[in-house]
């Protein structure tokens, strides 16, 4: 069983920094992509920044510049420094994996149940 643990929200100002971390645990081979979504209140999950195993990254159009995502494979981690934060970056922050589990053949792919990141104008 794997399992995704994000840590870190909270509120900040508007202008402000946070950073979030997912930890993966459990029985892993090894990780592929790490991804980071969020869920504002009546909108649709989207994809906010990925990366891969080689420490590529990828982010939507509304974080360049201003998010960074990084991942640590040796503990299985992946964080999100977010700064110049704004109203609209007010969501849920899910965690999600592409992961090879030991003992099993094929990738999977989790979800953390999320962490709640708060910017007050």
């Known amino acids: 069983q794997v399992q995704l643990v994000e840590s870190g929200g909270g509120l900040v100002q508007r202008g402000g920094s946070l950073r979030v971390s997912c930890r993966a645990s459990?029985?892993?081979?090894?990780?592929?992509?790490m991804r980071w979504y969020r869920q504002a209140p009546g909108k649709q999950r989207e994809l906010v920044a990925e990366?891969?195993?080689?420490?590529?990254?990828n982010y939507a159009d509304s974080v360049k510049g201003r998010f960074t995502i990084s991942r640590d494979n040796a503990k299985n981690t992946v964080y999100l420094s977010m700064n110049s934060l704004k109203p609209e970056d007010t969501a849920v922050y899910y965690c999600?994996?592409?992961?090879?589990?030991?003992?099993?053949?094929?990738?999977?792919?989790?979800w953390g149940q999320g962490t709640q990141v708060t910017v007050s104008s």
């Open positions: 999600n994996a592409d992961v090879l589990p030991s003992h099993v053949s094929g990738v999977v792919n989790y």
């Open positions: 459990g029985s892993i081979f090894t990780i592929f992509f």
């Open positions: 990366i891969d195993s080689g420490g590529n990254p």
